[in-house]
């Protein structure tokens, strides 16, 4: 008796906490975000220019001087237009907290309001390498413009009708999942326009909020139980590529097969390793090459942020592979994925949302897309971070490694550089286990004590 009355406690107390952060991140402040015409901007690998409307032109991307700071070189291309950079911006998917979802196994948590911001940004990072795979760094989503600029107006209107019935029902646990109206807008699209919003709409239902979704919130949090984290704790940069890396390998989907993710260890890319994963069996028995998504936990300093990695942190922001970086402040995690002058620019996951059904046939695309962007100085951020790249080829990644090594080589002068690449294997360097040793666990013993690690020590301090 004693026990189900602590159990009923618990589920009491935590319907309340959730009602709780539902009201507290449903409210958005009236904020306008400034950009200077005098400074280029930067967008995963594209410079746009404000100050001259309508400039437009080609680069190589790989051409770049070894000092890694001659931005213009290293982006892909250069516009004029403020239009093109918000329809590109807009277009990057936006991953939020949610409310009304599924109830998480093992919980009585239908929301992730105040503890899954760093596994939102984990899901933005991975779901950029995957449109980088998919349709590609050109693509903009065509209905980007058509969104309402003024979010904070719009959200905080909404918000204000559903705040009740939110808190009412997390205490009488009587919550039918809602799907957010609105249905897209109906065009006539071509054979290139309609497959690739097959893509997008797929990306985004692998994000889904359901235990079903390949990249979800349910099945992450999964993973993260092989390395002791449950439902409601905090979750560090470094785990977070760790639950990733896992959730990539283990995904059915017949389209993700051709992508796999590998993870840095000790701030250290091991070549072999990377291409090892990248020319990895198929399940046909054929040799066959996969595209890599590369995860780098890193520390920009200390205690605080050393301002000396400033440079560094523009120059992988400005690789046309660049997927973006997940980092930001104590307990508050941003996907940061562009900057102008010395201030970041990130999409925030701390906003709550309504549960969207993304397995229903043409489920509204609207509130996966941010509308405006947010900028932090960079000396504001907190040192811990996970840095991710994505290279199709292994030639992809040779060049990669390449340009990154000399930027590294660069920023660090008399310091240690942020991580580095190195030829041959893990095991080469006396680790205990190379990172494709197959196990019956879902992480081996060595993957454990690593992750147990991060989770007691400074990379987990959002």
Not at 128 to 149: C, I, K, N, T, Y
Not at 284 to 300: C, N
Request: proline residues 4%; neutral net charge.
């Amino acid at each position: 008796m004693e026990a189900t009355g602590t159990d009923e406690v618990e589920k009491i107390k935590s319907k309340f906490m959730s009602a709780w952060h539902n009201m507290k991140y449903s409210w958005v402040l009236k904020t306008k975000t400034y950009f200077s015409r005098n400074s280029p901007v930067f967008l995963l690998g594209k410079c746009y220019h404000f100050k001259t409307e309508g400039e437009y032109r080609a680069l190589d991307s790989f051409q770049s001087s070894s000092a890694g700071s001659n931005f213009d070189k290293i982006s892909t291309e250069i516009s004029g237009n403020v239009e093109e950079f918000r329809k590109d911006f807009i277009s990057r998917i936006w991953l939020t907290y949610r409310e009304e979802f599924p109830q998480i196994q093992g919980s009585a948590l239908t929301t992730d309001c105040g503890w899954g911001c760093t596994l939102r940004t984990g899901q933005m990072l991975l779901a950029q390498g995957l449109m980088l795979h998919f349709l590609g760094r050109a693509w903009v989503w065509p209905e980007a413009l058509d969104m309402d600029s003024c979010d904070s107006e719009s959200w905080t209107s909404s918000t204000v009708r559903k705040l009740t019935a939110s808190f009412e029902a997390s205490l009488t646990a009587e919550r039918d999942p809602k799907v957010l109206a609105r249905p897209p807008a109906r065009r006539d699209w071509d054979v290139t326009e309609r497959r690739n919003e097959v893509y997008h709409r797929k990306i985004i239902s692998w994000f889904g909020d359901s235990p079903l979704a390949a990249f979800g919130l349910h099945q992450l949090i999964e993973y993260g139980k092989k390395s002791g984290k449950m439902a409601g704790d905090w979750y560090g940069p470094a785990v977070v590529a760790h639950i990733l890396r896992k959730a990539v390998e283990e995904a059915r989907d017949p389209e993700l097969q051709g992508v796999t993710v590998y993870v840095a260890q000790d701030c250290t890319v091991y070549s072999s390793d990377v291409i090892d994963r990248q020319c990895s069996f198929v399940d046909s028995g054929k040799a066959g090459t996969k595209a890599v998504i590369i995860l780098v936990p890193v520390r920009l300093g200390g205690e605080r942020t050393n301002t000396d990695y400033l440079e560094f942190v523009k120059g992988i922001l400005s690789l046309e592979y660049c997927v973006g970086i997940i980092g930001g402040k104590p307990k508050q995690s941003y996907y940061f994925a562009g900057f102008q002058d010395d201030s970041l620019i990130y999409m925030d996951p701390h906003y709550c949302q309504s549960f969207v059904d993304v397995s229903i046939k043409d489920f509204p695309l609207e509130s996966f897309h941010c509308p405006s962007p947010k900028k932090m100085s960079f000396k504001k951020m907190d040192p811990s971070c996970t840095i991710g790249f994505y290279c199709r080829t292994v030639q992809d990644f040779e060049k990669a490694s390449e340009e990154i090594t000399k930027m590294l080589k660069s920023s660090s002068k008399e310091k240690y550089p942020l991580f580095t690449f190195v030829k041959g294997h893990s095991r080469d360097y006396d680790f205990a286990s190379s990172p494709l040793h197959e196990e019956k666990d879902l992480f081996s013993e060595d993957e454990k004590k690593r992750l147990k690690r991060f989770s007691t020590e400074e990379f987990v301090l959002l």
